[in-house]
């Protein structure tokens, strides 16, 4: 009896591109697979969430996420160097007011805690990611394809890489012509030589088309 071959699908793309429903798709129409989905930051969010008191929802939710934290008024110190700089930086993600208050959102949050714990550990969100919680998809949940739905970085990629070998597929998915911030996470992979490449223009159904007819079964 031939043994099924597990897959990883490293699943790249802009913000709203369409990652989490590329994975929904796969599930419904790959019935007698079990697919699975992991996000490198699901960890990173449930820390935030901790945290910050910041309910889990708002981290996954396209609209919450960038919605204002009325608890969290931005009080970086602009007369300090390194605060300025942090404010430049996040600015975009920040939440704005007509009276002149900015206010943390979840994604502004995420985005810095990410940053934080990469500058002390480079590969620290995805490294438990290889070395434990995939592994265990496969040995314990018995996925057969395992999507990581949310990888941003190089670094990343890498690593799944020189983890799964010949087991991964790196996907891009292309929505839009220019990226919606200028964050490292959203731009990193820009020029990265992806295995597929699949086009999400059009209706969900034009998608799933795209899909399936892009070589990856």
């Not at 939710?61 to 008024?73: C, S, T, V, W």
């Not at 434990?132 to 670094?155: E, G, H, L």
């Amino acid at each position: 009896m031939e043994t099924k071959k597990q897959r990883v699908f490293a699943v790249s793309g802009w913000r709203f591109s369409g990652k989490d429903t590329f994975y929904k798709l796969l599930k419904e129409n790959r019935e007698n697979e079990n697919v699975d989905r992991v996000g490198i930051a699901d960890r990173l969010k449930e820390m935030v969430a901790a945290e910050f008191d910041v309910p889990l929802e708002a981290f996954h939710d396209p609209e919450q996420k960038n919605r204002p934290l009325m608890h969290l008024p931005v009080e970086l110190d602009q007369s300090n160097a390194v605060e300025a700089a942090i404010y430049a930086w996040l600015e975009r993600e920040f939440y704005h007011c007509y009276n002149g208050r900015c206010y943390w959102t979840p994604r502004a949050l995420a985005i810095y805690k990410g940053m934080l714990n990469r500058a002390v550990v480079r590969n620290y969100w995805i490294k438990q990611l290889c070395e434990k919680t995939i592994p265990d998809m496969f040995s314990v949940d018995n996925a057969d394809i395992v999507c990581v739905t949310d990888v941003r970085f190089k670094s990343e990629m890498e690593l799944l890489k020189e983890t799964f070998c010949e087991q991964l597929t790196t996907i891009r998915i292309e929505r839009f012509d220019a990226s919606p911030s200028e964050d490292s996470s959203e731009n990193d992979l820009n020029d990265h030589d992806f295995d597929v490449y699949i086009k999400n223009v059009g209706t969900t159904k034009d998608f799933e088309n795209a899909i399936f007819g892009s070589g990856l079964f």
